[in-house]
Structure formats: C-alpha cells, structure tokens
C-alpha cells in the first residue's frame, strides 16, 4: 500500500523564520496528499491538501507543492510564528480508499 | 456543519480495570469511523474502523474491542486496561465512498492507567 516518509523532530526555529519539512511518499499512481497539524492537547485538523499532481496546497500562510518527480509534498512556510508550534503529520490514502496512512510527525517549536 | 464529540477527555485508571470511551458524530450520515492510538511522542497508530452499523475492522490485535451500536457512535472498550494502553486516542470520520478522503477528529481522551 502507499506510505509516507516524513522528517523526523523536533524542529525548532525563531519567529519570522523559514520553515521546510519533508515529507516523501510511496504510492501506486497519484494518490491525493495531505498535511494536518496537531495543537497541544487536542486533535488533527487538516491544514491543507493537494489532490493531483503539481497542485498547491495551501492554508495560512502554509503551502506544499505536489511534485512527482521527487514524489515529495514538503510542508513550507515563510515566517512562522509563536502560534504555529505544533506537531504536524503528512499523511496520503493507504490501500484501502477508506484509511490514511499517517507519517511519524514532526514537532515544531517556535520561539520568540 | 458536522461535529465530532469524544469523552471523557481525560481518564486515569487502574490496571485491569474496564474502559469505555465514546465518540459521536452530528451532523452527517454513515460516516466512516476511526480510532486512533497517539503514544507520547509518536506517531497515529490505526486501531479500528467501521463502515457501518455493526461493521469493524481491527487493525491491531490487542485487549481493546470497538463497537457502532448506533450510525453516528463508536465505542472503544477493554476488559481488562493494560499499563501499554495509555495514550491519546482519537476518534475521526470521514464521509464514505466517493473520493473524499478527508479525516475529521475529535480533541481527543488522554487515557492513562497506573
């Protein structure tokens, strides 16, 4: 089935900084991807998604290119905030249409 | 607009005690349903899910069951709590068939067994 790869934690970086975090994926054609996030204490909520290649995804100041070429999704964002620590998790459909097979997630931390 | 509502949102028991934690979803029909184990500092483990009333597939073998009595409930169950089965676990829906294939979760129950 599909899967992902993601780069592993913790990330920590200042405020206003640039944030890159990987994210590969291995899949029988082109499978819809996926990023969400994780605040403290509480659920996933989908950030963004890209359902075809070359799509863009993007959702508060956060975006990830689909790119089949490297089969990467890399999650980016151009000055990252105090707010934005959190743990985030690629994710794409696994072998069955119903499940998503999640990556390990990666903790970000950022300071003031 | 859908909803998602899982509790407790925090649980401390004991070895061997029973679990029951429950998940409700508002506002959709027959949702595909999700239980998720979160491990502190790791990633989702996929424990169940269920496409239906009475439907579930099992993922992991392990003393935790699940059950849909109902189209928009889904419990997840022990007998008997191990010290391993402490975590966050999740509850999410999707909307089944088509081609959506976006996951919806709840906050979350932090379970921890002492």
């Known amino acids: 089935g599909n899967s992902v790869t993601q780069m592993e934690g913790p990330v920590t970086l200042s405020e206003e900084a640039f944030l890159t975090i990987n994210c590969t994926y291995t899949?029988?054609?082109?499978?819809?991807l996926f990023w969400y996030v994780q605040y403290p204490g509480e659920g996933l909520q989908l950030l963004l998604k890209?359902?075809?290649?070359?799509d863009k995804g993007s959702n508060k100041g956060f975006e990830a290119t689909y790119r089949k070429e490297t089969t990467s999704f890399h999650l980016e964002k151009g000055s990252v905030q105090v707010s934005d620590s959190a743990v985030y998790f690629c994710?794409?459909?696994?072998?069955?249409?119903?499940?998503?097979?999640f990556g390990s997630g990666t903790q970000l931390t950022v300071l003031p | 607009s859908q909803t998602i509502h899982q509790w407790p949102a925090t649980l401390v028991q004991p070895v061997g005690s029973p679990l029951s934690l429950e998940c409700t979803v508002e506002?959709?029909?027959?949702?595909?349903l999700y239980w998720y184990r979160q491990a502190a500092g790791r990633g989702l483990q996929l424990l169940f899910y269920?496409?239906?009333?009475?439907?579930i597939s099992s993922e992991v073998p392990q003393n935790l069951s699940a059950s849909r009595p109902q189209d928009r409930q889904f419990i997840l169950s022990s007998k008997k709590l191990l010290l391993s089965d402490s975590g966050f676990y999740l509850c999410?829906?999707?909307?089944?068939?088509?081609?959506?294939?976006?996951?919806?979760f709840g906050a979350g129950t932090r379970l921890s067994v002492l």
């Open positions: 999410a829906w999707s909307v089944s068939g088509g081609l959506n294939l976006i996951q919806y």
């Open positions: 899949a029988t054609g082109y499978p819809s």
């Open positions: 890209a359902t075809k290649a070359d």
């Open positions: 994710a794409s459909p696994s072998g069955s249409a119903r499940q998503l097979t």
């Open positions: 506002g959709t029909s027959n949702p595909n």
């Open positions: 269920s496409v239906g009333i009475g439907q």
